[in-house]
């Protein structure tokens, strides 16, 4: 049984034929139908991931179960576990979960017992998102065609991030030279083996991709929520048009989203030519086709 949990767990070949299957698909080239049954399971709030796989699932033709686990028997006191279990049991084929515990697969995995659904990691924690990964990939391949020896800096709130984990790692080990640079008390040790943590402007004119991350108020601490101050974060950290207009002619502006507009990326530059952000949202929905097309046998 296939899952996809850690795109940084799949092989380079697998890796690339993913994407490759991504553009496809962006292209055109009609989607491998099922009749498979799917639910999604965000115990987090979500726009782009959670709608970006309801509208893949559609595309595939699967059809889909819906439950909201704020209002299901998880409310009461079920697990995990056992509410996958019963989804199985039920005849789910496939469960999209999104967690606010790090590696809830591990968990899940463990368990042993009675059959779970094949499952995709929508994120969990602050540990990966594995989909976010493909859809990134698949917008710098766009337009690089090519990841080696390219300058990838990820900026903003690293320590809670699970977009700048999951990328950094599958990008450094394609080949891209990749820093950080944000909040010095937001960065974490764990990052080092994947890049250096730089001053924001250090070698900015060389910088293929600068990709942005949300400042998470709801992860960090209760001290950092009450100092922070919007402009001074987006004077030290932010894109604004001074730094925009120093980029080179080819680089590009990347971002998870949802983005606070004026805190980490200038309102006007949120969708200025260099900007990819609205292009990535594009690429989900196809990037999680691709997904969901190889945990069940696409290759």
Known sequence: MRH????????????????????????????????????????????????????????????????????????????????????KAIGVDVAVVRHRMNNWYDYVLNAGGHAIPQLINAGDGSGQHPSQSLLDLVTIYEQFSHFDGLRIRIIGDLMHSRVARSNAEILHHLGAHVTFSGPESWYVQDLAQFGDFVPIDQDWHKLDVVMFLRVQHERITQNDNQSFSTQKYHNQFGLNLLRYDKLKADAIVMHPAPVNRDVEIADELVEAPKSRIFEQMTNGVFARMAMLEYINGGK
């Open 4 to 87: 996809f949990l850690n795109i940084n767990a799949i092989d380079d070949y697998d890796v690339l034929n993913l994407m490759q299957r991504t553009l496809e698909l962006k292209a055109g080239v009609q989607p491998i139908k099922t009749s498979l049954t799917v639910s999604n399971l965000f115990f987090e709030n979500s726009t782009r991931t959670h709608s970006s796989f309801q509208m893949a699932e559609n595309k595939l033709g699967f059809q889909q179960i819906r439950i909201d686990p704020q209002n299901s028997s998880m409310s009461k006191g079920e697990s995990l576990v056992d509410t996958l279990k019963t989804l």
